[in-house]
Each structure stands twice: as structure tokens, then as C-alpha cells.
């Protein structure tokens, strides 16, 4: 399992203060390893790793011991949370027309490897193959 942990596209603190970050990431940018999506099937020849996506969470509050919100922010936070991450397609809406408008400071996402069955070299002998 391969867990993911990122500066949200529509923050306005880290992703585009840092210089290092060359753009913003959201969670559908990671159907383009995972074959069972749209995204996937029609893009998925950048990149030979394929990946299932088993979860994925949108966060307001940024998770770090450093800087914790005011109380007001968490209690917004934790609504918005909750509306947020209710579906895939609320995780949609609130990134498509929320983000814009309050900026999700973080995304998580949990993916599986997909990896060929059988490995490589332990096929059994085809016929006629010794």
C-alpha cells in the first residue's frame, strides 16, 4: 500500500509559495496510474506503474503539530471534512467549486501496486518451451 500525503492544488500557502513546487496536484491526477479509470485508460501509457486507488481524503486544516488552527477554523474544518469526504463525487463537487472558493490546504491518498500475475519468471513453461 502506498500512502500519499500532499499540499492541495487549491491552497494558497504552500503550493504556490514554495518555489520547488512546479504545479498543483488534486486527487484525480493519480487516475492517470490507476488502468480502471478513464484517465487511466486513455493516458495511462505515461508511466509503466499501475496503481489501484483504494482511498483518498480531502483536508481544510493543514495536519502539523507546527501550526494549529484557531478553534473557529477547526470546527469549520471538520464540517467541511465531513461534507467533503462523504463520496468520490462530493470529493468532486468541493474540489471543482469549494477549492476555489476556501482552498483545501492538504489531500491523502491511499493506492495499491497492480502488479502482473504471474511475475516476470516464474510463468510456468508454455508449450513446446523447456
Known sequence: LVYLRFPHASTNYVIWKDP?????????????????????????????????TVRQRLTFNMNTPEGVPGKARRIFGRIVDALANRSERSQYVCERFWGPLIGFEEAHIWMRAIKPWPPEGDAPPGPGET
Do not use: I, N, Q
Open 20 to 52: 520547488t513546487h512546479r504545479r498543483g496536484v488534486l486527487l484525480d491526477t493519480f487516475e492517470y496510474f490507476d488502468p480502471f479509470t478513464f484517465d487511466g485508460k486513455a493516458f495511462g501509457y505515461y508511466h509503466p506503474a499501475k496503481f489501484r
